[in-house]
């Protein structure tokens, strides 16, 4: 049983670039959160998709952006890089539980490395 | 908001000994969850331990163990017979417990770095 596979794993741009990054969810979970790790810091909860919807975001500019797929997969995009996205974007998944969200298991990926020169 | 706060930024324990892991966090909710992750070298976030705050025992899992002191808001994590395995980051987080679509986000802390000395 495949577990929560992000790719690339690791990523360079230059500033003013855009970039994808993509999650698959482990076998059976229908959501998706995105958490961004700087270095030496602890994750920052980005935002969540259930249903192909955001449904919770974090203290993040509109420039991050995401996306949800039928398959339950995701997409984190981010425009206009800045040298401060430079972090591990790690991506986490979960199965709801009748629509509420207070007892599943997150599963985290090993993360994309994004370095914004 | 929540906050949680590690403030040890990094510990050191020989194999086979115990160490205790600090953590207090802030919140006005009474009803939540706590959590231990670790994050070995592969980046990969582990959990380790989870604790339900309506919950009077402290979890235990295995060699791992928690003392919840939740009026402090205070949640250490102690590891017991250390392995040179343990040797990681780890993350103290929160996340509420309310029945809302908002509930499962985790707040971190900014994690400790443990090494485990042979």
């Known amino acids: 049983d495949a577990g929560v596979t992000q790719s690339p794993t690791h990523l360079i741009k230059t500033r003013g670039q855009q970039v994808t990054l993509r999650c698959s969810p482990k076998?059976?979970?229908?959501?998706v959160s995105w958490y961004q790790q700087a270095l030496g810091q602890g994750p920052q909860f980005i935002f969540q998709?259930?249903?192909?919807?955001?449904?919770q975001r974090g203290n993040f500019p509109d420039r991050f952006s995401g996306h949800q797929f039928p398959n339950y997969s995701s997409e984190l995009n981010v425009n206009a890089l800045l040298l401060g996205d430079s972090a591990l974007y790690l991506c986490?998944?979960?199965?709801?539980?009748?629509?509420?969200?207070?007892?599943?298991?997150?599963?985290f990926g090993s993360g994309t490395q994004l370095s914004v020169l | 908001a929540q906050t949680v706060t590690q403030s040890q930024p990094e510990m050191s324990v020989q194999e086979a000994e115990t160490v205790t892991l600090s953590c207090t966090y802030d919140?006005?909710?009474?009803?939540?969850?706590l959590f231990w992750y670790k994050q070995p070298p592969s980046r990969q976030m582990i959990l380790v331990i989870r604790?339900?705050?309506?919950?009077?025992q402290n979890a235990t899992e295995n060699r791992f163990s928690v003392n919840f002191q939740k009026a402090a808001k205070s949640f250490s994590l102690k590891i017991s017979d250390s392995q040179l395995g343990d040797a990681a980051m780890y993350f103290c987080?929160?996340?509420?417990?309310?029945?809302?679509?908002?509930?499962?986000?985790?707040?971190f802390g900014k994690g400790i770095t443990l090494s485990v000395r042979p």
């Open positions: 986490a998944s979960s199965l709801r539980t009748g629509g509420k969200t207070t007892n599943e298991k997150l599963f």
């Open positions: 076998s059976g979970h229908d959501t």
């Open positions: 998709y259930y249903e192909e919807e955001e449904r």
């Open positions: 919140t006005s909710e009474s009803d939540y969850y």
């Open positions: 604790q339900e705050a309506y919950k009077q």
């Open positions: 987080a929160y996340r509420s417990a309310r029945l809302t679509g908002a509930n499962s986000k985790l707040t």
